[in-house]
């Protein structure tokens, strides 16, 4: 099912919903701890559930893909090798939607 609510009523509809394997929700680091979406919130309750989560906007339509110089290398010291768009990879993820409107022009 492909969600956009609240973490309390994911948990909810997971709880009662047994057969739903994943679900489909907006997630990517940036907005990880936005209270408006709550991404992480969202992704901690199926996880809970142990349910597969598909990614849409991993990449925030595009705009992740290519961060300003000083962000890289802040994102490089905190996890040295990982490329921006990498930090989008989460257990219990099978599919990335990419969700972008251009191909990083």
């Known amino acids: 099912m492909s969600f956009h609510d609240s973490p309390e009523a994911l948990d909810r509809i997971l709880t009662e919903n047994l057969e739903a394997e994943f679900v489909q929700i907006a997630l990517n680091?940036?907005?990880?701890?936005?209270?408006l979406v709550q991404p992480r919130r969202c992704y901690e309750v199926i996880r809970r559930h142990n349910r597969q989560v598909i990614v849409m906007?991993?990449?925030?339509?595009?705009?992740?893909?290519?961060v300003p110089d000083g962000v890289r290398?802040?994102?490089?010291?905190?996890?040295?090798?990982?490329?921006?768009?990498?930090?989008?990879?989460?257990?219990?993820?099978i599919v990335v939607l990419s969700g972008?409107?251009?191909c990083g022009r």
Do not use: C, F, N
């Open 29 to 35: 680091y940036y907005d990880w701890d936005s209270e």
């Open 57 to 66: 906007q991993p990449v925030k339509g595009g705009m992740l893909a290519q």
């Open 73 to 93: 290398s802040e994102m490089e010291q905190m996890r040295p090798g990982m490329t921006p768009t990498s930090w989008a990879g989460l257990e219990g993820v």
């Open 100 to 102: 972008m409107s251009t």
